[in-house]
């Protein structure tokens, strides 16, 4: 393999589009023989660590394996007849994994633009501090040149985008818990009047039961005894 490029596929060129509408991207792999015999070559090109199995949507022809130590995904094929200079290219089409949804970063926009709004309505400075953070954030990852070639620089900074992203949406229900306390969930607080109470083993239980009859037993002995010498002294 001399060379392996991987870019976006426009709809218009796409053979097998996802059934979950998620993007695709074609990955190119490029065999060469550069001798002046004819020969065969091999083609081996591991896949992605996000891709999968399902997320290969055309093989261009390639056989599929999957890695038993890194359980990674490879394409293959062994004894590829190549003329003298001969260059020969598949075009592997997947699930472009590495892709942001547009309503999920809209969905964060949004929802910052309006918790913003609010904290400036209200007079608390480490709410207004948090809420200005959040949106500037959110601004310089929109403003950002992106890659787009598919190559492994553009899945190094998708991987990152989208774990930038995703500390943004925890700063967002951290915003929402400070100016909503009374909704923020409290998993330590326990309601007024409420205890808690250890298991009981079945041997202590059976324990607390016996005794209990014996005493029970006794006292009717003790009774019977009374009432008998009451008797005998009535007599």
Known sequence: IIGVSMKPIADK???AVPSDGSPAAVMRLVIKN??????TENVHAEMPAEIGEDDILDAAGLKMG??????RMFL??????????ETKSFEV????RWSLSD???EGLVGRAT???????????????DLAEVITESLAV????????DLNSAYIAYFRGLSERYVEVEKKLNRLDEMMNPETAPSPQSKPVGSFTTKSVSLETLLAVIYGIIGFLGFVGVVALVRWMGQSKRED
Request: net charge negative.
């Open 76 to 85: 293959y094929m062994n004894g590829i007849p190549l003329e003298a200079g």
């Open 93 to 96: 089409q997947v699930r472009n």
């Open 34 to 39: 550069p001798s002046a015999l004819k020969r």
């Open 13 to 15: 060129d796409r053979r």
């Open 141 to 148: 990852m929109g403003d950002e040149s992106r890659p787009e």
């Open 103 to 105: 309503a999920y970063v």
């Open 114 to 128: 309006n918790l913003h709004a609010l904290a400036y309505a209200g007079e608390n400075v480490a709410v207004q």
């Open 66 to 71: 999957r890695d038993d130590t890194t359980g």
